[in-house]
């Protein structure tokens, strides 16, 4: 694991050993917590991050590569390279979930002024065609 090149291939997308470390994470959870009930308020912070988490994973690489250039990992022993991994995991994570919650904000009142927008050309268009009967 000293190049380059052998620790990408851990961890690029492209390969399989992500991609099965996440299907044995999605597997572990379905086995162990599908009888489990949740609360009401951590249900609507899982329902919350689920709306918001398209924005998290486009935004995470922009922001991680920000981070990793103010904050690169340039540890001496094993406990401080697994802190910074740590501090630029929660860093990453904090900014683009707030980052995300803006966006999905601006969307959501996009989309009602357009709907509003929709509805008076409507109400418009139908007192114009009384008006002209």
Do not use: C, W
């Not at 991609?19 to 917590?33: L, N, P």
């Amino acid at each position: 694991m000293n190049t380059a090149e052998s620790a990408d291939s851990l961890s690029v997308g492209t390969q399989l050993f992500p991609f099965f470390i996440g299907i044995s994470g999605f597997m572990f959870v379905k086995e162990h917590f599908i009888n489990h009930t949740v609360s009401l308020p951590v249900k609507s912070i899982f329902t919350k991050f689920s709306s918001i988490s398209f924005y998290v994973y486009m935004i995470h690489v922009v922001v991680l590569d920000t981070v990793q250039r103010y904050n690169p990992i340039d540890a001496i022993n094993l406990a401080g390279y697994i802190l910074l991994i740590i501090a630029q995991l929660a860093i990453t994570l904090s900014i683009s979930t707030i980052i995300a919650i803006v966006f999905d904000l601006i969307y959501a009142k996009s989309l009602n002024l357009l709907r509003t927008f929709k509805r008076q050309l409507t109400k418009n268009r139908q007192l114009s065609a009384i008006s002209a009967n």
